[in-house]
Structure formats: structure tokens, C-alpha cells
């Protein structure tokens, strides 16, 4: 899988915008970009994934740059519950690789500042 | 999104008891299901995978005569640790495969702290 890049930490003001970058600049033609989030002492929690067009559901936005090396996450309305550590992951599901279990990094600590 | 129970959620147990801590899917059928551990402030560490009707696959390092798992249906994933040791406290966390409708998405269950007295 392909490695990805996250800021430490992040603050945004409840209420705002939150965006969530990630570089995956060796990303390949079948690698899915996944996002999840883990709030303390909780299990993480799948929010959305994408591959080369944006995508947007009822809890996020996900924002692929045409050259797939970098994507951005976004809440489009924080609130204090989504203060939570972030994970971007890179995955090729559908070439046989699905079977695998995910390889977390130390992703983007989110606080909602209020 | 798909849901992915655990139980118990937290468990208490002396030193060389077992422990086993129970997976399921509830809205959707899991062919494959994972197990990892976290420790404090470190992220999520896979430890095996759970195939339904076959041998569970362990990573390097991960004992599996003191981790057995038991995918005895499309829905249930069982862990159980074995003669536990207070290095063996930890948050275990399972998530299961969904390939149903088009998606391949992995969901977690909300985890199992376990201490070892």
C-alpha cells in the first residue's frame, strides 16, 4: 500500500469548516483513499472513500487532486464531537489486496476548539 | 454505515485466566474479519485475520496459541486470550469485511479494554 503524509495535529473553530489533508504521492491506479476516524477510547469509525472523482456524504467531503497524489478531507460544519484523530489510508481493495487488514499511521489529531 | 458489535466491552481478570471477547456483524455477512490491539497513545496494530471455515492468519510476532481465534460463522468472529498476563492489557478492537452492494469497506467494532490484574 501506498504510504501517506498527515499533519500531527490540527484546531478549527466549532462551527467551521474542517479540512484534513493527506499526501499519497506514490499512490497507484488501483489504490482507493480511505478515510477513518478514531475518537477516544472508541473503535474507529469509517467515513469516507473515494478513488479519483470527489465524494461527499452525509459526514464528510473527500477532495482528490486530478493527479491523485493528495486528497483533502472536510467537515463542513465542526462540532466539538468530531475532535478525534483522523486516518488516511491508502488501499487497493478490488485487485485481491481486499483481504488484507489496514496499516494505521499516527494520522491528524483534530480538536474542535470551542 | 454497517455495524460491527463487540462484547464484552471491558473485562477484568487475573493473571493466567482467559479471556475470549466476541465479534459480530449484525446487518451484513463478513467472510473476513480482523483482529488488532492498541496501546495507550499508539495506533491500532493488526494481529490477525479471521476467515470464516479456514485457519485464522497471524502477523509476525503475534502468538497464536495465545490468541486463538474461531470464525465459526459469517457473522461471528471469536478471540480468546490464553492464560493472560498483565502485558496482555490492551484495547482490542475487531472489524469486519463488507463487500456486499459494491463497496469493500472494512468496519470496526467499538473495541474491548482488557486488564490483566
Known amino acids: 500500500d501506498a504510504k501517506t503524509t498527515q499533519p500531527t495535529s490540527m484546531d478549527c473553530a466549532e462551527g467551521r469548516a474542517a479540512n484534513l489533508p493527506c499526501n499519497h504521492s506514490?499512490?497507484?491506479?488501483?489504490?482507493?483513499v480511505y478515510w477513518y476516524r478514531q475518537i477516544h477510547s472508541q473503535g474507529p469509525q469509517y467515513i469516507i472513500h473515494?478513488?479519483?472523482n470527489n465524494e461527499t456524504n452525509e459526514m464528510a467531503s473527500l477532495i482528490i487532486t486530478e493527479d491523485r497524489k493528495s486528497s483533502t478531507l472536510i467537515l463542513p460544519h465542526a462540532t466539538l464531537r468530531d475532535t478525534a484523530v483522523y486516518y488516511c489510508?491508502?488501499?487497493?481493495?478490488?485487485?485481491?489486496?481486499?483481504?488484507?487488514?489496514?496499516?494505521f499511521g499516527k494520522g491528524t489529531h483534530l480538536i474542535i476548539q470551542p | 454505515g454497517a455495524v460491527v458489535s463487540q462484547h464484552p466491552s471491558r473485562v477484568i481478570c487475573k493473571s493466567g485466566t482467559s479471556v475470549k471477547i466476541e465479534c459480530r456483524s449484525l446487518?451484513?455477512?463478513?467472510?473476513?474479519m480482523f483482529w488488532y490491539r492498541q496501546f495507550p497513545k499508539q495506533s491500532l496494530m493488526l494481529m490477525a485475520t479471521?476467515?470464516?471455515?479456514?485457519?485464522?492468519?497471524?502477523e509476525q510476532g503475534v502468538e497464536k496459541d495465545k490468541f486463538l481465534i474461531n470464525h465459526a460463522s459469517l457473522t461471528l468472529s471469536t478471540l480468546t486470550v490464553t492464560s493472560a498476563h498483565p502485558e496482555d492489557s490492551s484495547f482490542y478492537i475487531c472489524?469486519?469485511?463488507?463487500?456486499?452492494?459494491?463497496?469493500?469497506?472494512?468496519?470496526f467494532g467499538p473495541g474491548t479494554r482488557l486488564t490483566v490484574l
Open positions: 472489524s469486519a469485511r463488507d463487500r456486499g452492494g459494491g463497496v469493500d469497506t472494512q468496519y
Open positions: 506514490t499512490i497507484s491506479g488501483n489504490e482507493y
Open positions: 473515494g478513488l479519483k
Open positions: 489510508i491508502v488501499r487497493d481493495w478490488y485487485s485481491g489486496g481486499g483481504a488484507d487488514g489496514l496499516t
Open positions: 446487518d451484513f455477512q463478513a467472510t473476513t
Open positions: 479471521s476467515n470464516e471455515g479456514s485457519k485464522a492468519t497471524y
